[in-house]
C-alpha cells in the first residue's frame, strides 16, 4: 500500500513540476517590423539581459522590456498600444510554442497576439 501512495505522489510532484516550468518559462515570439523585418525574440521574466543587436545567431534573441539600449534589443511600449523594438514599429505578434511529438521532432504552432494583450502582460 505504501508503495502505491508513494508512487502516486511521486507523479503528482512530477507532473506539478512540468507545469510550473511551463508557467516561469520565457516566452518566445515573432515579431513582424513595420519595416518588414521579422525577428524572433524571447522576453525574459527577470529582464536582465539581452542579446546584442549585431547577433549573427539564429535563435530567439533574448530582450529587454522597457529600457532604452542603444546597442541590445530592447522593446519599448508607448501610449495608444505602440511598441517598438530597436527604434521600429511594430505591427504583429505571435505568440511561439514548442512541442515535441511522438518521434521527438519539434513541432511549432504560432498564434497571433493582439498588441494591447501583449502591452498588458509585460
Known amino acids: ?9 511521486s507523479l503528482l510532484l512530477m507532473y506539478g513540476g512540468i507545469e510550473l516550468g511551463k508557467i516561469f518559462s520565457d516566452s ?3 515579431i513582424h ?5 521579422i525577428i524572433n525574440i524571447k522576453v525574459n ?3 536582465i539581459y539581452s542579446c546584442p543587436t549585431n547577433c549573427g545567431a539564429y535563435h530567439f534573441h533574448s530582450t529587454i522590456t522597457n529600457e532604452k539600449i542603444d546597442d541590445n534589443y530592447s522593446m519599448n511600449f508607448e501610449y495608444n498600444n505602440k511598441i517598438t ?5 511594430v505591427s504583429k505578434i505571435y505568440n ?3 512541442s515535441k511529438d511522438k518521434k521527438s521532432k519539434m513541432k511549432t504552432s504560432k498564434e497571433q497576439v493582439s498588441l494591447k494583450n501583449f502591452i498588458l502582460k509585460y
Open 33 to 37: 517590423l513595420s519595416n518588414g523585418e
Open 96 to 98: 511561439i510554442k514548442l
Open 1 to 9: 500500500m505504501y508503495k502505491v501512495i508513494e508512487v502516486v505522489v
Open 85 to 89: 523594438l530597436n527604434e521600429y514599429v
Open 45 to 47: 521574466k527577470d529582464n
Open 28 to 30: 518566445l515570439y515573432e
